[in-house]
């Protein structure tokens, strides 16, 4: 176990417990990525994709990668959303130019039947190991982000065996045996609880689940099968981490990507804040929540291919969209899904530094 | 010319214009498709898909297919939403397996220099003949819907080339260049104007523009790139056409799929119905738009992969969610996006029957 040192820079913790911030606090999804030539050379060194999930020593360094680049308020595992159901058994493998897929996926009710929740603390100690190794190198600069996909996103993948246009198995089962589809995300859910546990005692410092496929769902049947289990997830999830000689509080982040319609149900899983895409008005989002929690999003990822003044102009935007945070309001600023590999590093640089600038003359007006 | 005979079933025009139905009226997007055995089999006569399109006779049985087997309340038109792109000479082709293709797609702003609004009457007479050989095929039996993708739309194909994940290369360009994908936009906007034109006074008695991918854009550009040319459209069309003994009121229905967000905004379009997806909820959307437009959709497509009890059981929570249509209200049954291939076509009948039964038997309550 690896000593914990307080987080020197808490601008991204505060803002998620919607006090005061003197800026607008700033990470991306998927920061550490392929669009950095440096993580891509991590990458070749490791072989693979899931050979650098797994070796803590080289998931630290991606991790960090992103952090030596540009002044980001938070850094996140770097890790795979499909490591709990790889761990029940379904074996993770990525095949060259195509998305994740498993070997033994999900067909009926004999494979339901054998599912289980695995043994956190074996099966996925790599993660864990991963999550103290850069707890420790951090040393107290940002807080550190844990996360897992939400039991539907997972279930997703489990019953489609990969990525899906149409989620036609995986629906066509919901619709035709719900009762298999909440045992799936019965223990998967139970699955997620503890992985993000094992994370937290690790030493991760806030948890997102991501719940990318969520908006694949219709109305009715998300609340049902994505919802209610997003909501059992933050529940059980402990509001505070002892770490010897203190204490550091979790907030948990929810983000149903293409969920905006949604954002009151989503409110009331009690996360601390909510990811949004960039469908969403980030003003109209902060008057629709309220004091009921955070909100972390927005920009499309695409604006990043566009020339210095005019990102400047989108996240000047953006920050004007939601106005300046008050005290029980809080806005991390965020893409509204993961960076695209085909982005120019130099084109984070302005982002990051207009989200700060701009921000904090916002707050100072 | 074809002789126009007066619609006999006139259901699905009333809840368009929000006029008193004994029921809810109901037809499916794609509903002459490869779920049907007996359009695999004129499909496999024509050759291809495009040989189908561009054969007025072939394109008229494919139509009046769904027809046959379903009491449904409207035909359409059986074309693909890319004949104005392949019309201004991007040459649309398809890869057996693959989605659509162009050609030569717009990569810069000498290509798009070069667009121009094509000759209608010329390069799309294959699409107004179809249209004809239905109306007089259809005999009145029901109304004839016509469609084009909306400018957005028909730009992400004409700028990505074919099919896109991340929409990239489209957004990359508005980002950066908005004067250029304004000017594909504006010489858009006006073909498909003359092309829904065309198609009104070839006889289609109500007009539908699929705005399949607003749903990608971020609010801002949503409202800039998709809504602007959607009103512009919408505004241009005549409100009726006269068919020499009488006059038709010609409805229009626009779909923003994934635009659940921007109901209100639609709504100002000046549409007499919005189609709407299953993540929206029907009552809270019916709340939302009031009496400036009636409403269409909304299931999800692979609810007909559920057993028949689970199928009415979802049509009668739609239309529950909705509630009996008053007066200055109205709703059109569908699905929220196309049918899938792999749909069994007794599943339809069942959809069907409980639509016309469930919504009969709510308004006698």
């Known amino acids: 176990m ?51 999930c797994t070796n803590p020593e080289l998931a630290c360094e991606v991790t960090l990668q992103p952090l030596a680049r540009y002044p980001l308020d938070a850094a996140i595992l770097f890790s795979d959303i499909l490591t709990v159901p790889d761990a029940m058994g379904l074996g993770l493998y990525f095949e060259e130019g195509e998305g994740p897929k498993f070997k ?27 999550v103290s190794t850069i707890r420790g190198a951090l040393g107290g600069r940002v807080p550190l982000i844990g996360f897992s996909g939400s039991p539907w996103t997972l279930a997703c993948y489990m019953v489609e065996g990969g990525s899906s246009s149409d989620f036609r198995k995986v629906k066509a089962m919901m619709y035709k045996r719900p009762d298999l589809m909440h045992q799936i995300l019965s223990v998967t859910t139970e699955a997620v609880i503890q992985y993000l546990k094992a994370q937290i005692e690790a030493g991760a410092q806030a948890v997102m689940v991501f719940d990318s496929w969520g908006g694949a769902l219709a109305d009715g049947a998300f609340q049902q099968f994505s919802l209610a289990y997003l909501k059992r997830i933050v529940q059980a999830l402990p509001l505070e981490a002892n770490r010897g000689s203190f204490k550091e509080h979790i907030p948990s982040i929810v983000f149903t990507k293409g969920g905006g319609l949604w954002l009151e149900d989503l409110a009331s899983t009690g996360a601390s804040a909510l990811g949004v895409d960039w469908t969403v008005n980030l003003g109209q989002a902060r008057a629709r929540v309220g004091e009921r929690c955070a909100l972390q999003g927005n920009l499309d990822p695409n604006v990043l291919f566009a020339n210095p003044p005019q990102i400047e102009a989108e996240v000047a935007k ?45 707050r100072a007006q």
């Open 318 to 362: 953006a920050l004007e969209s939601f106005g300046v945070p008050q005290n029980g309001v809080g806005h991390v600023f965020n893409l509204g899904h993961g960076i695209s590999q085909f982005t120019d590093p130099e084109a984070v640089t302005v982002m990051v530094n207009a989200v700060h600038n701009y921000s904090k003359r916002q």
């Open 104 to 130: 033994s996926p999900i067909k009926d009710e004999a494979d339901v039947a054998k599912l289980a929740v695995p043994d956190v603390g074996t099966s996925l100690k790599y993660v864990t190991d991963a």
């Open 2 to 52: 690896s000593t914990f040192t307080p987080v020197k820079n808490d601008t991204f913790l505060r803002a998620l417990r919607r006090e005061p911030t003197e800026y607008t606090p700033v990470w991306l999804m998927r920061q550490a990525g392929r669009y950095l030539p440096e993580y891509r050379a991590t990458r070749a060194r490791a072989g693979n994709f899931m050979g650098l």
